[in-house]
Nanobody
């Protein structure tokens, strides 16, 4: 199973971006899909996560501005980011937890997509 993140780019402050993450492989189900970000010198921090039942959890910095959604038929997760600020400029990573295949359960990270917000 591999994850491919996309949608990052350059945007002006106040603008919007939509990140996408697609999984490839023989997947039966995914428990939690999430987006993290990592600032230089710091560990990855949770931005938002969504459970298989649709329950969502957001970091305080994301509440009211970002929205996470998922497609359980395509095993994709999205992050709609609005009202972007220069402080949001960093690499974003998607993370799937408890990916169930016919033979195993695993966790995977995407390769990261860079978001740059100009002031």
């Amino acid at each position: 199973v591999q994850l491919q993140a996309s949608g990052g780019g350059f945007v002006q402050a106040g603008g919007s971006l939509r990140l996408s993450c697609a999984a490839s492989g023989s997947i039966l189900a995914v428990d939690t899909m999430a987006w993290y970000r990592q600032f230089p010198g710091r560990s990855r921090e949770l931005v938002a996560e969504i459970r298989e039942n649709g329950r969502r959890n957001y970091a305080d910095s994301a509440k009211g501005r970002f929205a996470i959604s998922r497609d359980n038929t395509k095993y994709m997760v999205y992050l709609q980011m609005n009202e972007l600020e220069p402080e949001d400029s960093v690499v974003y990573y998607c993370n799937f937890i408890h990916i169930r295949t016919a033979t195993m359960i695993l966790n995977e990270w995407g390769q990261g997509t860079l978001v740059t917000v100009s002031s």
